[in-house]
């Protein structure tokens, strides 16, 4: 289904999944005067909590669905694990942005990584790997050490092993199988960056600059703006996100983490086709957040400004029983902008809030 026209105010926009991002994506939502009717598994969920709507069902309740899809007039999804098939059942009878094609790309490493060099996009060198011979067969093509990922479902380093001595990729294959898995040959970076694109229904582009992202364990703990890397290479991070946004045709905003190597080079790692960890930066620091983007996209909107407001800007995670140790610290700060999900639970390694730290 195409719809060309803008949708109007107080217009219903669904958000498939109840996680932080579809409660920042809410927000801006209500705040542009749309209604956000969300849809997930958890009654309680933080995108739940600031829903105008909510439907609390399985991605696989048909009936729901079908539901779902009658009282809202866009569709768009907070994270890139709902199930294609669920995509599929709502797009015959409800506009959904980004579509299937985007989710069902970057749903899967080895479709990822295809479509990455299709559209022209670096990524480490990587062979698909179905059993233990192929596996010791494409590390003795890539060399040691490499990183053995789970096609589907990785997140925050979940789903993955690192292979340092042939004598490690049997426990590597025996933790991760029988999962359909890739190796990549191990990337010796200098920084990690990612940056954020948006496009809007009309083809149109805007994109945010490049953070550099440091991870502990795995998870992202702080993203940095400016990146303290070379303006060529924060410019060429700009550029590819863009070629993916185009080539994804998606409508929305999609971020792609990269690698920087000592050579200035860039390499792909992982597209999320829709508002990322490392774009939270932009809430404070920008006229028009990640999510607002993302929202005016779907809407049909014209796209807001990218420009950037504070001479830098630190966005830290809260995680764990440490972030909500570390959180009423922030509140008295008067440089720190707040951001609590509303998460039942502080477990550890779970994502609670974010502060963006904004300098001048
Ligand atoms: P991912 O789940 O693919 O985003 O990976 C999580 C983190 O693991 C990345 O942010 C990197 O810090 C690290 N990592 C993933 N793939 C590689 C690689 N091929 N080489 C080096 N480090 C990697």
């Known amino acids: 289904m195409t719809r060309p026209e803008p949708l109007p105010l107080g217009a219903r926009l669904g958000i498939l999944g109840s996680g932080q991002l579809g409660r920042m994506s809410a927000m801006a939502a209500a705040r542009l005067g749309l209604r956000p009717h969300v849809f997930g598994p958890e009654g309680d ?32 999804f907070e994270f890139e694990n709902v199930p294609a098939a669920t995509l599929a059942a709502l797009e015959g009878r409800v506009e959904c942005r ?132 070379p303006p060529a290479a924060a410019a060429e ?31 792909a790692n992982e597209i999320a086709p829709r508002p990322h960890n490392s774009g939270h930066w932009t809430m404070d620091a920008c006229a028009c957040s990640q999510f607002e983007q993302h929202v005016r996209a779907v809407a049909g909107w014209p796209l807001g400004p990218v420009a950037r407001h504070a001479a830098a800007v630190e966005m830290r995670n809260l995680i764990g029983p440490e972030g909500l140790a570390a959180w009423p610290g922030f509140l008295g700060r008067a440089d720190a902008a707040c951001h609590w999900y509303g998460k039942a639970e502080a477990r550890p390694g779970r994502k609670l809030g974010h502060v963006n730290l904004l300098r001048g």
């Open 45 to 76: 969920g933080p995108g739940m909590q600031v829903a105008a709507a909510r439907t609390v069902a399985a991605y696989e309740d048909a009936a729901a669905l079908r539901a779902f899809a009658a009282a809202v007039d866009v569709v768009t």
């Open 98 to 229: 980004p579509g299937l094609k985007a989710l069902a790309t970057c749903q899967d490493r080895v479709r990822e990584k295809r479509f990455l060099e299709g559209a022209g996009v670096p990524v480490a060198p990587w062979r698909e790997v179905r059993d233990l011979d192929g596996l010791r067969a494409a590390v003795a093509e890539l060399g040691l050490p490499a990183v053995l990922k789970t096609t589907r479902m990785g997140y925050d380093g979940r789903g993955q092993a690192v292979i340092r001595a042939p004598a490690e990729a049997e426990a590597a294959f025996a933790r991760l199988a029988p999962h359909p898995l890739v190796l990549e040959a191990f990337v010796p970076f200098t920084h990690e960056l990612s940056a954020v694109a948006a496009r809007g229904a009309d083809g149109a582009l805007a994109v945010y600059e490049a953070s550099e992202n440091r991870h502990v364990g795995g998870i992202l703990d702080v993203s940095l703006v400016p990146a303290d890397i």
């Open 237 to 267: 991070a700009r550029r590819l996100v863009g070629r993916v946004a185009e080539g994804l045709e998606l409508v929305g905003v999609v971020a792609l983490e990269m690698f920087l190597l000592p050579d200035g080079r860039l390499l």
